[in-house]
């Protein structure tokens, strides 16, 4: 379950006098999610989504909401922040930052399609280009100093045989740089858990709080890992190839992207490998790891290390 503050009905109704959304209709919780609390709000003017965020600090969150804005008015499938009656996406509500988002209609899809992966690639490049004028910059939280030191952590948990192949994994990231790819805003867990679909179109993306600037073919290599990934770890070819032949239909990769892309398939297998590694080994208090298995993503980065072809 996802709502680990309670809001009352009282309680919202009095932060909604903020806005310009008319009466509170209806509170609803949402049972999926991991990290915030999410509600469905619905007034007389819509439906909305309601989240209270239980790790971000309202002063780091202008960066991810003036972000979804900026995206959302650029046209990317995604949820737009809605702006108090003093122009604020963002304020204390139970005692969390707090911010109403539209409601997009859809349901992610757990087995998807070509068609979808081929979607969720040509909306990946335009969401790239449109962050292309977005001015605020936030490092990546989870690039190679954190997977390095996170490495360090949870090595004395593992089988000898697995940390050898992490230790192996991390080494071999040090020894590439990606300063001559293209960089820009990156989601950076576009997983399929966070795409809305109806039916083969993308209806939005959603959970953007790991949005970062950082290399733009590293976030398709996230991508492709989750949205084409058999059980086994394995890529299914056909799907893969439909993802980059959506994205490249917006924006085509460069040499230098194509060159680096092995690795940059490897590097967003580890980043995954080494956060579930760390939920498995040392998990916070409450929360949910069940579904995130590292084993999944060490087979993911086994294989690419054997892999010839890359879908290109
Ligand atoms: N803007 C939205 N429109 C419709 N549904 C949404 C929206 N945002 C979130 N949801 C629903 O809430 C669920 C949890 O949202 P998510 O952002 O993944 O939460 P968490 O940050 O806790 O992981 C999603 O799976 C989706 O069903
Ligand atoms: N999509 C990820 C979960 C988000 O990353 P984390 O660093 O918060 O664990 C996954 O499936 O592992």
Known sequence: MSVYTTVTQAELESWLAQYTLGQLVELKGIAAGIT????????????YVLTLFETLKLEELPYYLNLMSHLARHGVACPAPVADRSDRFVS??????ACLVSC????DVAAPNPAQCRAVGVMMADMH???DTYPARMANPRGPAWWSATAQVVYP???????AMLHEEVAFQSEH????????VIHADLFR???LFDGDSVAGFIDFYYACNDVLAYDLAIALNDWCALPDGDIDGERARAMLAGYQSVRPLSDAEKAAWPVLLRAAGLRFWTSRLYDKYLPQAGELTFTKDPAQFQRVVALHR????FWL
């Open 193 to 195: 858990d966070n795409v």
């Open 104 to 107: 997009l209609s859809g349901a």
């Open 129 to 131: 280009l449109a962050g």
């Open 306 to 309: 054997q892999r010839q072809d």
């Open 92 to 97: 204390l509500l139970a005692g969390k930052p």
């Open 157 to 163: 948990h593992m089988d000898a045989a697995d940390a």
């Open 36 to 47: 915030n609390t999410n509600y469905f709000v619905t007034t007389t003017q819509g439906r």
């Open 177 to 184: 740089r990606f300063d001559a790819l293209p960089t820009g």
